[in-house]
Structure formats: structure tokens, C-alpha cells
């Protein structure tokens, strides 16, 4: 019963090098989403997909690119990874966005950009 | 501009006692409201949650209440153990933007 699986758990980057994070859900879920968490904030969701082939733009999109080919994964780029993009990263799955249907997070990924 | 606030950075309380977790939101779209706990290293993990048109929401030791003039809601946890020690976060939907705004979190502590 794996959920939502992300891939790695952690990375060190240098300035300037690309990388994907990768997301897998195994709850036939519509909804995707991605969030960075920094120290002493909150979740802010940097893109999102309503279903497979989608994606949308959140609060934070800026350096980030994503794809939904499959439905059961959501990728997450950085194509020239900086400092600022230091962070936790969290994937999440939903079946839903109606009735505020709960979302379900996977492990997270810290990633350190030097 | 942030729309959801968790005035309380951190909280603690002894075992046994009553938590009580606050939340305070701006923008009147938001139609759900969720609670998320989280351990740390691990991802959050859904508590509780409640609509627009409900003022209390009860599940077992959890309750959510909704002050929708105030624009304000809280989380009560009745009684506290210490295995509730986590961060809680606070998360308003608006169902039609089709994405949920997290608060910053308030990390709880409940001593034995």
C-alpha cells in the first residue's frame, strides 16, 4: 500500500546543474500537486495537474517546470537549480478537488542546491 | 499578502489538557477547511476538516470550529497526548480556483 512515492529522498546540487524529482501515486487519483516547504513557512504549492496531459501554475512557478504523461506521475524540473531552490519538496495526490477532499503527501524530498 | 495565518508559531500544553490551535484566513472564496499534522520527516497527514456552511466538525478528539463572520477557525484536541506533538498546518480551499492555501503552522508540544 504505497500511496504517493517520491523519488529521491535526498539530493545535494550544484548551482547551475538540472535535475527531475519524481512522483508516483498508486490511488488512480485525478489531482497532483507540488510544494516546496522552507523553514518556518508553510506549503507553497509551486504547480499542480487536474489530470493527465494537464498542468497549471501555483504561488511559487518560477525555475520550476513539471509534466503529467502518465497519470499515476507527476515530475518536477529544475533545469538550473540555484540556492533559492533549496528547500523540502512535497508531492500530493487527490481523487477529488470537491468537498474538500483531503489530499495525501508523499515522504518528501530535501534537496540542497550549493 | 497571506491568506491564511497561524498566529502561533508554537504551542505547549500538558498531557491530558486541552489544545487549542488557531487560524485565521482573508479571502471569503475559501469554501473547505482542512487541518494536516505532520511529524518531522515525514509528510503531512490529513486530521480533520470542515465546509463554509458548518460551524463544528467532531471526530473523536478533534474538533474543528468556524467562525465564518470572524473569518477565523480553531482545532481542539480534548485531551491531549504526548503523540500529538507535531506541527499542524492549516489549509483553506476554494473549490473552483481547484488548490488549497497552507498556513505556516504551529508546532505543538504536549508534555507527559
Known amino acids: 500500500n504505497a500511496g504517493v512515492t517520491q523519488t529521491p529522498k535526498f539530493r545535494v546540487l550544484k548551482t547551475g546543474q538540472s535535475m527531475t524529482l519524481l512522483c508516483a501515486q498508486d490511488?488512480?487519483?485525478?489531482?497532483m500537486y507540488w510544494y516546496r516547504q522552507d523553514p518556518g513557512m508553510g506549503l507553497r504549492l509551486i504547480h499542480y495537474?487536474?489530470?493527465?496531459?494537464?498542468?497549471a501554475k501555483g504561488e511559487v512557478p518560477d525555475g520550476y517546470n513539471v509534466s503529467r504523461l502518465k497519470k499515476q506521475n507527476f515530475l518536477l524540473g529544475l533545469e538550473s537549480a540555484a540556492p533559492s531552490q533549496t528547500s523540502v519538496y512535497f508531492c500530493?495526490?487527490?481523487?477529488?478537488?470537491?468537498?474538500?477532499?483531503?489530499?495525501?503527501f508523499g515522504q518528501g524530498t530535501r534537496l540542497t542546491v550549493v | 499578502d497571506q491568506q491564511v495565518k497561524q498566529n502561533s508559531p508554537s504551542l505547549s500544553v500538558q498531557e491530558g489538557r486541552i489544545s487549542i490551535l488557531n487560524c485565521d484566513y482573508t479571502?471569503?472564496?475559501?469554501?473547505?477547511f482542512l487541518w494536516y499534522k505532520k511529524y518531522p520527516a515525514e509528510g503531512p497527514t490529513f486530521l480533520i476538516s470542515i465546509s463554509s456552511i458548518k460551524d463544528k466538525n467532531e471526530d473523536g478528539r478533534f474538533t474543528v470550529f468556524l467562525n465564518k463572520s470572524a473569518k477565523h477557525l480553531s482545532l481542539h484536541i480534548v485531551p491531549s497526548q504526548p503523540g500529538d506533538s507535531a506541527v499542524y498546518f492549516c489549509a483553506a480551499s476554494d473549490t473552483n480556483a481547484g488548490k488549497s492555501t497552507f498556513g505556516d503552522g504551529t508546532t505543538l508540544t504536549v508534555k507527559p
Open positions: 500530493a495526490s487527490s481523487y477529488s478537488f470537491n468537498s474538500g477532499t483531503e489530499a495525501f
Open positions: 495537474s487536474v489530470g493527465e496531459g494537464t498542468t
Open positions: 479571502n471569503s472564496m475559501f469554501d473547505y
Open positions: 490511488m488512480n487519483h485525478e489531482y
